[in-house]
């Protein structure tokens, strides 16, 4: 979903859905069975932490340190290299319903304890008050 910024395999377990609106697109990540996150330049992802809010495991670029990172710390996705790591992950998600569910826990369990508003506040309110000292 988005922009399309680069060519899309013609193949019938790829849809490209275009730009969505706000809740067509929770709903998208949501339905999805895997959330591939293919860029290399990432300083949060929004995409990642969404798709993991919602339980669907993620599949990211493993040039984006971040992404690598939420992957390592959530256990709810994989990362990948190059093409054949990609090949090889994407089908391990795809044949795998239990790990894919464990994942989605996973996730859901990780938002929680890291990205929910109450405790981005809280963070927020620590830092503050440190450079108060």
Known sequence: MGAKLMQLPEVPWVRFAGLLSERERLQALEAATIVVVPSPFESLSLLALEAMAVGTPV??????????DHCLKSNAGLFYQDRDEFVECAKLLLADGRLRDR???NGKEY?????????????????IGALRK
């Open 59 to 68: 599949l990211c670029n493993a040039r984006a340190d971040v992404l690598v």
């Open 111 to 127: 938002i929680k304890r890291h990205y929910r508003w109450d405790v981005i506040m809280s963070k927020y309110d620590r830092l």
């Open 103 to 105: 994942m989605g826990r």
